[in-house]
């Protein structure tokens, strides 16, 4: 299993970054876009506490032969269940992929709140974890999805900032603050948690891997 986090600074408030994640039609033009989906749905369920429950289907636009494009859009195409907790501003999402999803547990867990160190606005921490059956293949494939994770939320928050850039009139300095991949191997599920989230954040983003440290002591040359 592989485990990662991130952060991401923006200037909008926390309840307004939940707002944002929550609204159907905001998410429908992120994913469009700004992720380069060719379709997303969603259909909410709301409970009487204020939490809401959505499932999404989403698929990707290809730039491919039309026959060829409906093939693979349908291979890559995957469900989001996700929970929404206003109280503590969380969303936790489960992504089925329409594929292969027997052989996979793939989640992403974000937690928004306000931005402490004086700058205003807000953080977003984002955790992916993703286990993927079939030894070395798996493992290959977990690589893979996390690699596209991290591509995927950097074009989101470039969206946001763009977003939120003309809707409010802000400029937005920095996103995806930095990165933590935290190789946490899953145990318990609470022994899990603690690892995951008390691993210390790195000195810089280019020391965060032991791949980084191996090209700086052999002067960065490849």
Same mark, same amino acid.
């Given at each position: 299993m592989r485990a990662w986090r991130t952060f991401s600074? @923006? $200037?909008c408030t926390a309840e307004e970054y939940f707002d944002?994640? !929550? #609204?159907?039609? @905001?998410?429908e033009r992120l994913h469009v876009d700004g992720l380069g989906m060719g379709t997303y749905r969603a259909d909410d369920t709301r409970s009487p506490d204020g939490r809401t429950y959505r499932v999404a289907f989403a698929e990707p636009r290809l730039n491919l032969p039309a026959v060829l494009a409906? !093939?693979?859009?349908?291979?890559?195409?995957? *469900?989001? *269940? $996700? *929970?929404? #907790?206003? %109280? $503590?501003?969380?969303?936790? %999402?489960? %992504? %089925?992929p329409a594929l292969?999803?027997?052989h996979m547990d793939f989640t992403f867990t974000e937690t928004v709140r306000a931005d402490r160190d004086g700058v205003g606005g807000c953080v977003a921490t984002s955790v992916v974890r993703v286990h993927c059956d079939g030894g070395w293949l798996g493992r290959v494939l977990e690589r893979f999805i996390c690699s596209t994770s991290k591509v995927k939320l950097g074009e989101r928050d470039a969206y946001l900032d763009a977003y939120l850039e003309r809707e409010m009139g802000a400029t937005y300095a920095n996103a995806a603050v930095v990165e933590v991949n935290l190789g946490v191997e899953r145990t318990g599920e609470a022994d899990f948690a603690k690892a995951l989230f008390s691993h210390p954040l790195p000195p810089s983003t280019f020391e965060r891997s032991a791949w980084g440290r191996v090209k700086s002591a052999l002067g960065g040359g490849f």
């Amino acid at each position: 299993m592989r485990a990662w986090r991130t952060f991401s600074r @923006f $200037t909008c408030t926390a309840e307004e970054y939940f707002d944002l994640m !929550l #609204d159907v039609p @905001f998410q429908e033009r992120l994913h469009v876009d700004g992720l380069g989906m060719g379709t997303y749905r969603a259909d909410d369920t709301r409970s009487p506490d204020g939490r809401t429950y959505r499932v999404a289907f989403a698929e990707p636009r290809l730039n491919l032969p039309a026959v060829l494009a409906r !093939l693979f859009a349908k291979a890559q195409a995957y *469900h989001e *269940h $996700t *929970h929404y #907790d206003p %109280v $503590t501003l969380e969303r936790h %999402v489960r %992504v %089925v992929p329409a594929l292969g999803a027997e052989h996979m547990d793939f989640t992403f867990t974000e937690t928004v709140r306000a931005d402490r160190d004086g700058v205003g606005g807000c953080v977003a921490t984002s955790v992916v974890r993703v286990h993927c059956d079939g030894g070395w293949l798996g493992r290959v494939l977990e690589r893979f999805i996390c690699s596209t994770s991290k591509v995927k939320l950097g074009e989101r928050d470039a969206y946001l900032d763009a977003y939120l850039e003309r809707e409010m009139g802000a400029t937005y300095a920095n996103a995806a603050v930095v990165e933590v991949n935290l190789g946490v191997e899953r145990t318990g599920e609470a022994d899990f948690a603690k690892a995951l989230f008390s691993h210390p954040l790195p000195p810089s983003t280019f020391e965060r891997s032991a791949w980084g440290r191996v090209k700086s002591a052999l002067g960065g040359g490849f």
